[in-house]
């Protein structure tokens, strides 16, 4: 055996030089699959193990690709190559040593520099505990670079030893999804049933991928049974109601409607998001239909279109109803999907039909929405004249109240600006008590920007916030009047109109007023007054944007004393145990260990295969479940920070922190900081930050608003992994950097979305002139909106620049990017400090 491990040794090094594509594959047959070769002996004697991929442990950094692509030709040969002068990385490294490298390597998702550890460490401990591991990860390193022929190999022949633990569990996982990449779905399917039958906690993850593989084969009796079972499982909802579909359509492919329509009826009862609910019942219908139960059918499709108007669903929905002949969809329904979907001239006619049996409670809201209809149809006459009828309908009620105002905008939309300011200020003037009275102003003073008096828009504005104090619309408007005044020069007006608000403010509102009350003080000359007053906001709020933006005025920034790499200490975790006993009281007698926790054992397997996003929604039900439970909370996050899931360690001590009483993270112990301020991926992040002189600090900061830390994160717009880069930049950022194969997978590999995203903020901050306020704007907004909001010049008042910027979301970003950007800096000690 040791002699079969050296030569397959020698083949897998001869494979690594050539690119594989998953057509590579050897398809063996059914028995083959399952059956190791030679399970006689161990191969852990082997002294040759096959060499890394890519290159030789002589490749200097710069020369090695830093993410999978396709292999460069060349002969690797399966002993170390010679190391240059200095002697090899790995030389004086013991082999538990070269494979917690490997490890933690492989966690960044530098899967070269790993498999080269793995690689040494083999070498260095045939025959022991710690070299299998190594060769394990080494032929895992296969697979996670997708390199799917040299995995299969190299993973056939570490299950051939006969040992039966997790490791060979993992392998005939890989060894299926091998066999999946080549399609070889009979060969995949034996594969996922050998892993099954370790019973590990991923394997009903595993049937579900099995059960892809029968469908693909046409074996749809054992593909349904194996869906209807995980969807019928414990696993997250999330999972179980794919499964759940999937098992609806192979149902239907067999022709068996009774149990597609019973395992609809069985989804439906614990599918609530609404949009969701909504695609499902309109999906959904046919079955009842084809079963002759016309009015459930119906009564899906109706309920899609009440829960979610305007989702595609809806129309798909009405359209099916239009199109069943003894179907009768109230018109007015009908209006709502056809308004939210702007298809006016279909939303007049509804209306249309729904006024012609309108009783009066419902005729003056049904007139007020067909004059926006014809309003959406560009007719303003019209729109006006059956304003008219509304509001003679409906007098002073909610509705005409409405129906005056949205005439008011109608004028303003139909170009007579000047009249619809006077009109907006007649209304707050003949409603004052009514709830839209403070909108009505806030409407006039946006059109007094449109005409270029921002004068007179301020004072709008500070009119507005003076009249209505404590509603957040008029504070937002009674602030923005002040910040016109002080870009204006006129501080001290400015000043006093801050003042103001942070005395009928709380919260947020009052914070940041009081924040620029100081400013004005400064600007006034009133430095003793405007130190004061920044120095109450940074003992208010410490861990705000104004609090850090405060520190920076005065040029106070505090610097931390914990090292990043720190570990948690005994005395650490009993602070924040001493914590919790003061408001939660004292620990249950029956508080359970995460660690046995089924949801949690799932998602710590699936994080092992790789299976990021389906271990979250493992994790997140098991968030859910101690959603209001301090100490569940509590262990929850100890136990996922020890097992370096930082992402989720944080979700739990941010809940935790939001039960205390204040549920001000500043008022935490300290201990618990860390983990709601974590330092993931260490040596990746403090590397990367240097490559391109971005502060560590902030670009913490940066991936923790990102992403959370959440290696597997993905936008509703496509933006991927711990830095949230959209593909397309990706790849832009690829080809400037040299990096050769870059795919769009690649961004969810930490190493590599790390180095893109301090790449990318490096070059945004060059181009801002130095600007972190600049850059991070330029990050989430776009370079091009960035400039705009800066005006083209260089951003000599950060503060003034972020409350500028015209996209709330990327206000809120730079101002929260900047916050943590000084948690960061106030807890840990960084390079050179």
């Not at 002993?79 to 494979?99: I, K, R, T, W």
């Not at 809940?655 to 330092?679: F, H, K, N, Q, T």
Request: aromatic share 8%; with cysteine.
């Amino acid at each position: 055996m040791r002699c079969l491990w050296s030569v397959l040794a020698i083949a897998l090094s001869l494979i690594a030089c050539a690119p594989e594509t998953a057509t590579n594959i050897p398809v063996p047959s059914l028995i083959e699959a399952v059956t190791p070769v030679g399970t006689q002996d161990t191969p852990d004697t082997a002294t040759n193990v096959p060499a890394p991929p890519d290159a030789s442990l002589s490749a200097s950094p710069q020369s090695r690709p830093d993410m999978a692509s396709p292999e460069a030709p060349g002969t690797l040969h399966p002993d170390p190559s010679p190391a240059p002068s200095g002697g090899s990385p790995f030389s004086a490294a013991s082999p538990d040593e070269l494979l917690a490298r490997g490890l933690e390597r492989r966690e960044a998702g530098d899967y070269d520099a790993a498999a080269e550890a793995f690689f040494a460490a083999a070498n260095a401990a045939p025959g022991t505990p710690t070299g299998r591991a190594a060769r394990f990860y080494l032929a895992e390193s296969f697979a996670l670079r997708e390199r799917w022929t040299s995995a299969v190999e190299a993973l056939n022949a570490f299950v051939a030893d006969g040992i039966q633990d997790d490791l060979t569990a993992r392998a005939w996982f890989w060894i299926a999804r091998g066999h999946e990449e080549a399609g070889s779905h009979a060969a995949a399917i034996a594969a996922y049933e050998q892993f099954r039958s370790f019973a590990t906690p991923a394997e009903t993850y595993a049937r579900l991928r099995q059960a892809a593989q029968e469908r693909a084969l046409g074996r749809l009796d054992a593909a349904a049974a194996n869906y209807e079972a995980v969807a019928r499982s414990d696993l997250a909802r999330s999972q179980r109601a794919a499964a759940y579909e999937a098992a609806i359509q192979v149902r239907r492919d067999l022709g068996q409607i009774d149990g597609a329509l019973q395992l609809a009826n069985e989804l439906l009862t614990f599918a609530e998001q609404p949009a969701y609910r909504a695609r499902l019942l309109v999906e959904l219908a046919d079955l009842p239909y084809s079963q002759g139960d016309a009015a459930l059918a119906r009564a899906w499709l109706i309920e899609s279109i009440e829960r979610a108007p305007g989702s595609p669903s809806a129309l798909a929905a009405l359209d099916r109803l239009r199109a069943d002949t003894e179907a009768t969809v109230p018109p007015e329904l009908a209006a709502r999907v056809y308004e939210a979907h702007s298809r006016w001239s279909d939303a007049v006619a509804a209306l249309d039909a729904a006024l012609a049996t309108a009783d009066d409670s419902q005729r003056a809201d049904l007139l007020r929405r067909r004059a926006l209809a014809l309003r959406g149809l560009g007719d303003f006459p019209a729109a006006l004249a059956e304003f008219d009828a509304a509001i003679a309908a409906a007098g002073e009620s909610d509705v005409g109240i409405q129906a005056r105002l949205d005439r008011i905008q109608t004028i303003g939309q139909s170009g007579a600006t000047d009249a619809a300011i006077q009109g907006y200020r007649d209304f707050a003037a003949t409603f004052p008590n009514d709830s839209h009275a403070p909108e009505a102003l806030r409407r006039a003073a946006a059109l007094l920007d449109r005409l270029g008096d921002g004068d007179a828009a301020a004072q709008q504005r500070i009119d507005l916030g003076r009249r209505y104090p404590s509603l957040p619309l008029a504070q937002e408007a009674w602030f923005a009047g002040g910040l016109h005044l002080f870009a204006s020069g006129q501080a001290v007006q400015a000043r006093q109109v801050w003042d103001e608000l942070a005395a009928a403010a709380t919260g947020a509102a009052a914070l940041r007023a009081q924040y620029w009350a100081g400013r004005a003080a400064l600007a006034a000359g009133n430095g003793e007054e405007g130190r004061a007053l920044l120095d109450q906001v940074i003992a208010s709020a410490p861990d705000s944007y104004a609090a850090a933006r405060a520190r920076a005025l005065l040029n106070r920034q505090e610097k931390g004393a914990i090292a990043p790499d720190a570990p948690m200490s005994a005395d650490d975790w009993r602070s924040i145990e001493e914590w919790l006993a003061t408001w939660a009281g004292e620990p249950p007698p029956d508080a359970t260990n995460p660690a046995d926790d089924p949801n949690v054992r799932r998602a710590r397997e699936l994080d092992a295969l790789r299976l990021r996003g389906e271990a979250m929604a493992e994790w997140s039900a098991a968030l859910t479940m101690r959603n209001d439970n301090p100490y569940a909370l509590y262990l929850l996050a100890r136990y996922a920070h020890e097992q370096g899931a930082a992402s989720v360690a944080l979700r739990a001590a941010n809940r935790l922190i939001r039960l205390s009483p204040g549920g001000a993270a500043s008022d935490a112990p300290l201990a618990l900081r860390r983990i709601l301020y974590p330092v993931p991926f260490t040596a990746t992040v403090l590397s990367r930050s240097r490559e391109f002189g971005v502060d560590p600090a902030l670009m913490y900061a940066l991936l923790r608003q990102e992403s959370a830390f959440d290696p597997a994160a993905t936008s509703w717009a496509g933006a991927r992994g711990l830095a949230q880069v959209m593909p397309a930049t990706g790849q832009g950022i690829a080809q400037a950097l040299g990096v050769a194969g870059f795919r769009e997978t690649d961004l969810y590999r930490p190493d590599l979305s790390i180095r893109f995203g301090a790449f990318y903020l490096s070059r945004q901050m060059t181009a801002m002139n130095g600007s972190i306020e600049g850059a991070l704007a330029a990050y989430n907004g776009g370079p091009g909106n960035a400039r705009r909001w800066s005006g083209g010049a260089p951003i000599t008042d950060p503060d003034l620049f972020a409350e500028r910027i015209d996209f709330e979301e990327t206000r809120n970003y730079v101002k929260s990017v900047i916050a943590q950007y000084d948690v960061y800096r106030r807890l840990y000690r960084w390079d050179g400090e």
